[in-house]
């Protein structure tokens, strides 16, 4: 559930906030957020495991806006990151560096070195020399760094291919054949702290079946690790759960800790995290964007809207499909339209095949942008980025302002 909605004059709502309004203020293209939703999607998670020892860690990734951050952080929200700059911008936000867990392939010495100044709660490693690195490091600081490792448990998460990473294909984690090898060296390396077990399987996930056969395989492994004397204290799941963008009905956050504490029966001491990111930003933003003309051929009709595949990448990425919503309805017989932007692209369109009643000059809303969105945006076209507008109510703060031209070229040198 999330906080978009048609009020009683018939127009879309951010929260409190007819988002004409909101388009007036700011702008378009626009960004809005809801903090309210934000909050909500958070507690759905977090209250799903009150009653077992868990670390709600939000996946930075899905958008980062310190805006964003900082109404998690002050919930309590752990981060899932996965670069320094990640990190920075939790501990800008007001975030808690002892709730951070720091995944990702290829971390560098320096990344490893700031995460373990500001004390982080977890690394999730993914490889060997990884492991070597990072007890390097510590030792050079005179640390010893808490780890996890990533482990692939070769389970299909019947996703779009580019976003599955569990499967043995994939470049993630540690070959699940392989792992009590893996374990047994960072055991033995002097300035690492083995502490937890991470996986990942993919994201927009839309059955459980898969999440459950990944914890099943997992938990089998901590007990054959216990058995050799290493302890895990946690098992870290990932992120991965899917959103409706269409007719999709992915389970709900408390179907899905319900099914998982079925089976942590018998490891309840075993510290739960989990590392959400879609399920908590996507459906909490919407992007707005103006119909600059419509166009009529032959075969289709055009909808030119003033938001590009700059601005949201995924159809264009990986097909995918978000609702296109009129922000003020209009009566009459829809026709229908794709809907794309201005850049030079045959791939720029943000949907296709729409059925809307739309006159030029409208308004219409980009649901479940508020994961992937604004992170994945660029300036190609020349374009700046556009403005990011977090509603709280009846406020609207600006978390991000619209990026001027100047500031694009303003690290560009001419020759001498
Ligand atoms: N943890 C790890 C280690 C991850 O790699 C990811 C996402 C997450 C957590 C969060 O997953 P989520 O709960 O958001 O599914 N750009 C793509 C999605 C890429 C996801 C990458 N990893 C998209 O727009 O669909």
Request: aromatic share 8%.
């Amino acid at each position: 559930m999330d906080y978009f909605n048609y009020q009683q004059d018939g127009q879309l709502y951010a929260e409190d906030i007819a988002v004409t309004d909101l388009a007036e203020r700011f702008g378009t293209p626009l960004y809005v957020y809801s903090r309210a939703t934000l909050e909500r999607h958070w507690r759905a998670f977090d209250s799903a495991v009150a009653d077992h020892p868990h670390l709600i860690c939000y996946a930075v990734k899905a958008n980062s806006n310190l805006g964003v951050l900082n109404v998690l952080a002050r919930l309590g929200s752990g981060f899932d990151i996965v670069s320094v700059g990640e990190l920075e911008r939790v501990i800008a936000a007001g975030g808690d560096a002892g709730k951070v867990v720091f995944s990702g392939v290829g971390k560098t010495a320096a990344e490893m070195r700031r995460a373990l100044e500001l004390d982080i709660k977890c690394f999730n490693v993914e490889s060997e020399p990884e492991l070597e690195r990072l007890n390097q490091v510590a030792a050079e600081m005179g640390k010893v760094a808490s780890v996890s490792l990533r482990i692939n448990p070769d389970v299909d998460a019947k996703t779009h291919p580019y976003i599955s990473t569990g499967l043995r294909d994939n470049k993630f984690g540690i070959a699940f054949d392989r792992a009590p090898e893996v374990y047994r060296l960072a055991h033995s390396l002097p300035n690492l702290n083995v502490i937890g077990m991470d996986c990942h399987i993919g994201s927009q996930l839309t059955e459980l079946t898969p999440f459950i056969d990944a914890t099943d395989r997992l938990l089998a492994l901590i007990d054959t690790l216990k058995a050799e004397g290493i302890v895990i204290r946690h098992l870290d799941v990932g992120g991965g759960l899917g959103v409706t963008y269409n007719d999709e009905q992915p389970p709900l956050p408390s179907d899905y800790a319900k099914a998982l504490l079925e089976r942590l029966e018998n490891h309840m001491d075993l510290e739960l995290i989990f590392e959400p990111g879609r399920a908590i930003a996507a459906n909490a933003g919407v992007l707005v964007t103006r119909v600059e003309y419509l166009k009529h051929t032959e075969h289709k009709n055009f909808a030119i809207v003033d938001a590009a595949m700059n601005d949201l990448i995924r159809p264009t990425l990986y097909h995918a499909w978000q609702a296109i919503v009129p922000v003020v309805p209009r009566d009459g017989e829809p026709l229908e339209y794709d809907f794309v932007g201005p850049i030079c692209e045959t791939g720029d369109y943000i949907g296709k095949e729409r059925l809307l009643k739309l006159e030029q000059g409208d308004l219409v809303a980009v649901r479940s942008a508020g994961a992937y969105g604004f992170v994945m945006s660029s300036n190609y076209n020349t374009r700046p980025r556009v403005a990011e507008i977090m509603v709280d109510g009846d406020q609207a703060h600006v978390v991000r302002e619209r990026e001027t031209l100047s500031q694009l070229w303003q690290s560009e040198r001419l020759l001498p």
